[in-house]
């Protein structure tokens, strides 16, 4: 599809076990996002989002924010290859 980009992301701070992964995938799904989002070893997250340029950046925007029992302290974006993913589902 046109227009569309790929970021991958890493979110730390106090995002394990208080439904980021959760959050993450619901707030893509409603911004018409698809990708992944997984924990990782050291207690970050990552996600894989693919959309526009402005669903993405309003995607970032909403991961800062959190879910209300989440504590985001750092979010790195890194642009990568589309992949071409159909939904936005949550990995072990």
Known sequence: M???I???IVV???VQGVG???FSASL???LGVTGMVRNCPDYSVELVAEGTAQELD????GLKKGNGWSRVDRI???ETRPRGFATF???D
């Open 89 to 91: 589902d949550i990995v």
């Open 76 to 78: 790195s974006v890194t």
């Open 58 to 61: 309003n995607f970032v925007e």
């Open 28 to 30: 893509a799904r409603k």
């Open 12 to 14: 730390e701070g106090s």
């Open 20 to 22: 980021f992964r959760a």
């Open 6 to 8: 790929a970021e991958f």
């Open 2 to 4: 046109s227009g569309m």
